[in-house]
C-alpha cells in the first residue's frame, strides 16, 4: 500500500526537472558547437540571452527540493536523490554558463580561419563533452555506477586534447599565437565542462550506494 | 516478619475470609434447597391452588402474584429512575439541587421496609381507596426501591464516556437527541444489570407487601386492582399461622421455590442484558 | 503580537478566500484566560494547521470554531470568529447547524457503540433521511471519501469499536463527512494511532482538500509540514499567561524561514 503519495508526486516532478533541465543543457552544448563550426555570430548570441531558461530551472529545483528536504523530512535513497539533484542542477547550470563563455569567444572570432585539423580537434572536445554530459544523464536515470564511473575515462581522452592545444603553442608563428590563445580559451571551456560531467558521475555514485566519493 | 511472611499472612487471612463468605452462602443455598426441594420441584407443587383446610395445596397463585407484582414494580419505577437519572447526570450536574436529591434518597434507603408498607396502607390502600391490591404493593416496592434503582441508573449513565457525547454533538444533535439515540442505548446493559437488585429485593418483600396486597389470598389475580398474596408474604403467612396440617412442606417448598426464582431471574436480566448489548452493537447495518 | 499573514495567490492572481476568519479572539475558563486575542484566517480547501508546545492553547481554539467549548461551563469568549463572513456568536445564531458545517475529528477516536452503518448514519439521520436507498448511498460515499470502504463494505453490520485505531479514525472522518460539512476540525487526530495508520489519514487529508476546509491541531511538527499549506504557531509565554499567536504564513515559509526567532526556536526544537 503506497503512502506519503503527495510527497513521491513531488519528488517524481523535481526529478522530471532535472532531467528537463539536463537535455537543455545539452542541447545547448550541441548548439554551441554548431555556432563554432559555423564561427555563426547571431547562433552564439541566442545562447547567451538563452541562458536565462536554465537559470530558472536551477532556481526552481533550488526551491522545490529545500521545500521537500524541509517539509517531507525525506531519508535513504529519497533523501540522497533530492540532494544529488539539486548538486546535479548546479553543474548543469555552470556547463550552460560556460556555453555562454564560448559563445561570447566565438563573437569575438569573428574574421578568423580556423584551420582544419584545429577545427577538427575542436569539433572532438565539444562531441565528447556532449557526450559525456548524455553519459552521466543515463548514469542518472538508470541508477548505473558502472556509467558513472566510465566518465572518468572518457574525461582522459578530452583532457589529453585540451594539452594537445597547449603544446602546439610552442610551434606557431606570430600572427598565429592569437587564434591559438582564444582557440586555447574555448578549450579550457570545454574541459570544464567535461570536468562537471564527472562530478555529476561522482554525485550519482554517491546516490546510488550511500559513499561519498572524492 | 519480613514483607514476605507478612504477605504469605496477609494472602491467607483474605483467603480464608473469602472462602467463609462462600461457605455461608453455600450454607444457606444447601439448608433451604435442602429442605424444600423435593417440592418446589413438584409440578402439583408449582401449579396447584392451594387448599383453604386439609393438605396437598400449591402455590401457582402466589408464584403468579409475585411474578405479576415484579412486572408492575418495575414498570412504575424504572422509568421514574431512568427520567431523574438523566436529569441529575445530564442536565443538573452539579449544585445543591443534586446533592439534596441525592441526600433525601440516601435517607430514604435506610427506612426498614415496615414503614414503607405502612405508607403504602396510609395511601394507596386507603386514601386512595384502592384496597389491598397489586397496584398498591407495586407503588409501595417502587418508592422503596427508588434510592437504589436511581443511583444505579445514574452510575450506568455516568459510565456512558463523555467521547460519546462529543462526538454526537459535534456531529450537530441536540442535548436531549444526544441522550435518546446515544447515551441511553450505550446505558442500557448497565441500566439491565441496576435492575437485578430491585427485582430481588421485590421478590422477597413481605413486610411491606403483607399490609398492601394480601397474604391468604387464594386466587389468581387478573388485573392490577386484584388483591394477591405475593410468594414471600405467604410463606411468612404460613409458618407464623400454620393453618393446614402440612404448612410446614409449604414453608420449605416455598422458600426453596423464591431460592430459585431468585437464581432465573438472575440469570435472565444478565443474559437480556448480553444479548441486548450485542445486538446493538451488530445495529441494523447493510449485508 | 501582530501575527505574520502571507496572502497566497492563485491562478490568475486572485487570492484565496477566506472560509473562516478569527478576529481578535480571547477566551475564558471561569476567570481563567486560555487564549489572548488571536486573529487568523482558514482558507478555503486548505489545510491550516496549529502548531505549539502543550498547553498553548491550540485545542481551545479550535473547540471554538466549532463552539464545542459552550458545553463547558464557565466559558466566556471575546473578539469574534465568521464563517463566510457571519459572525457564529451573532445572538440566535443556530449552533446545531454550525456543528454540521463545522464537524470534528477527535483525538482519540470515539466511534459510538453502535455498528459501522449506523456510526456513519447517526448524521444524516438526524437531519431527516430516513430512506434505506438514501442511507445505504450516503453511507458508501462517505466510507469511500475516508479511504475505509474497501475495508468494512463486507462488514458493515459489525461494531465500530472492533476496528484498529486507524480504521476507527477513519470511521470517524467517514461519520463527519456523512452530514456533508464545509470544514472538517482535526484536534490530534493521530496521536492515539500507529505511524502507518497516521500516514494513511494524511494522504487522506491531501485527497480530501479538494472539497474540504480542513485545520488541523497537531504536537508533531513534522506532521504540520507535510500535511499543511498555512501554519499557525501558538506559544504560551510564560506560565500563568494565555497563549498567544505568535506567527502565521505559509507552511513553506515557516519551515525553511520563520520570521519570528520563537517560531524558529521551536520548530528547530530548541524548546517545547
Known sequence: MEVRKTFHQHLDELYLDVLKMANLTVDIVEKTRSAFARLDKEAAQAI??????????????????????????????????????????????????????????????????????????????????????????????????????????????????????????????EEELDLIIRIVMIARFLERIADHAVDMGDEIRYMVTGEFIT | MTAKQWDKVATCVFWALGIIAIAILAFIILEVLGRGLLTALNPKFIFGKPKAMGSGGGIFPMIFSTLYLVVLAIAISLPISIGAAIYMAEYAKKGRINNFIRFCLDSLATLPSIVFGLFGVALFVTAFRWSYCLLAGAFTLAILNLPILLRSTEEAIKLVPDTYREASMSLGASRWTTIRQVVVPSALPGIITATI????????????????????????????????????????????????????TIVNGGAALLLIMVFIIYFLARWAGNRYQRKRLLGAGNK | MRAVNTQEQGAEGMTVEKKMEIQNLSMYYGGFKAIEDITLEVPARRITALIGPSGCGKSTLVRCLNRMNDLIDGVRVEGDITLDGESIFRPGYDTIDLRRRVGMVFQRPNPFPKSIYENVAYGPKLVGIKKKEELDSIVESSLKKAALWNEVKANLRESGQNLSGGQQQRLCIARVIAV??????????????DPVATQLIEDLMAELKENYTMVIVTHNMQQAARVSDYTAFLLVQEQGEPGRLIEYGETNTIFTNPVDERTERYITGRFG
Open chain 2, 197 to 248: 437488585l430491585p427485582i430481588g429485593r421485590i421478590v422477597g418483600e413481605s413486610a411491606a407487601i403483607i399490609y398492601t396486597v394480601g397474604v391468604f389470598v387464594r386466587n389468581v389475580p387478573l388485573n392490577p386492582f386484584d388483591t394477591a398474596a405475593p410468594l414471600a408474604g405467604y410463606i411468612w403467612a404460613r409458618q407464623a399461622e400454620h393453618g393446614v396440617p402440612d404448612w410446614k
Open chain 3, 180 to 193: 456533508q460539512p464545509e470544514v472538517i476540525l482535526f484536534d490530534e487526530p493521530c496521536s492515539a494511532i
Open chain 1, 48 to 173: 547567451i540571452a538563452g541562458d536565462d531558461e536554465v537559470d530558472d530551472y536551477v532556481k526552481k529545483i533550488e526551491e522545490n527540493g529545500v521545500e521537500l528536504l524541509a517539509r517531507q523530512a525525506p531519508v535513504a535513497i529519497d533523501l540522497r536523490t533530492i540532494i544529488v539533484i539539486m548538486r546535479i542542477s548546479q553543474h548543469l547550470e555552470r556547463c550552460a554558463d560556460l556555453c555562454v563563455n564560448i559563445s561570447k569567444a566565438v563573437q569575438n572570432l569573428q574574421g578568423y580561419t580556423i584551420s582544419p585539423p584545429m577545427a577538427e580537434d575542436m569539433d572532438e572536445m565539444f562531441t565528447r563533452s556532449a557526450k559525456m554530459l548524455v553519459r552521466a544523464i543515463e548514469a542518472f536515470k538508470e541508477r548505473d555506477e558502472a556509467k558513472a564511473i566510465e566518465l572518468h575515462r572518457m574525461d582522459d581522452t578530452v583532457d589529453r586534447i585540451n594539452r594537445s592545444f597547449f603544446t602546439s603553442t610552442n610551434r606557431c608563428s
